[in-house]
């Protein structure tokens, strides 16, 4: 059974419009939300994070919206721009023993000029 | 610019050679892990350390992996005898505390033949 889970699998959206990437998770432990965005070659790259008694968090372009009693996570990315091409990763983590984070499979993201 | 260093960049082995890759985890952050993400996109936690101590490992890597993080030098993660189903990524990630945001490395790609 898949902890963690993201869709759509791609996306595709023009320069300027806002790409939603969906999250949900199954185990209720889980309290610590990274979102990591991830170019070819590359390693992971912290976008931004939540934590479960937050429902939202902002930063600039991106917005995570959270939804605790749904076990259901977004990440909003407004005024999208052809650099913001790459593969996201939502990951989570009960956190208080070891810190491992579970991983989503990814959601690649294409945005055209 | 990852803070996290991660050498080598690639690794070509034969099956049942020694590999091993080394890691420096971004300075102040005494909590280190090791992922394998392979050619799908899937992250399989390996292990963590606080300082030079394991918190956690998964049954692979009792078996044929073996990790350390000594003081005063790099963390490394070392496969005994590869096998062609260990070509993926390994990334090194550290943080400041367990239940913290992460810094990746830009990881060691293995490819085992």
């Known amino acids: 059974q898949q902890q963690v889970r993201q869709s759509p699998q791609s996306l595709t959206v023009w320069e300027g419009e806002t790409a939603i990437l969906n999250c949900s998770y199954e185990?209720?432990?889980?309290?610590?939300f990274p979102w990591y965005q991830q170019f070819p070659g590359e390693g992971p790259a912290l976008l931004i994070s939540?934590?479960?008694?937050?429902d939202k968090k902002e930063d600039g372009r991106f917005t995570i919206f959270f939804n605790k009693r749904e076990k259901k996570l977004s990440l909003h990315i407004t005024d999208s721009q052809p650099g913001d091409s790459a593969t996201y990763f939502c990951?989570?983590?009960?956190?208080?023993?070891?810190?491992?984070?579970?991983f989503g499979d990814g959601t690649v993201l294409t945005v055209k000029p | 610019n990852s803070k996290v260093i991660q050498t080598p960049r690639y690794l070509v082995k034969g099956q049942g050679q020694k590999a091993k890759m080394r890691c420096i985890p971004e300075?102040?952050?005494?909590?280190v892990f090791w992922y394998q993400q392979n050619k799908n996109n899937e992250f399989k936690f390996l292990i963590n350390f606080q300082n030079q101590e394991v918190l956690q490992q998964i049954d692979m890597t009792e078996k044929r992996f073996s990790a350390e993080c000594p003081s005063n030098s790099p963390c490394s993660l070392e496969i005994q005898s590869s096998e062609a189903g260990d070509s993926a990524l390994y990334l090194c990630?550290?943080?400041?505390?367990?239940?913290?945001?992460?810094?990746f490395g830009s990881g060691t790609r293995l490819l085992v033949i």
């Open positions: 185990d209720s432990t889980f309290n610590y």
């Open positions: 939540i934590r479960s008694v937050s």
């Open positions: 300075k102040g952050h005494p909590v």
């Open positions: 990630a550290s943080s400041s505390h367990r239940n913290s945001d992460y810094t």
């Open positions: 990951a989570a983590s009960e956190g208080a023993n070891t810190g491992k984070l579970t």
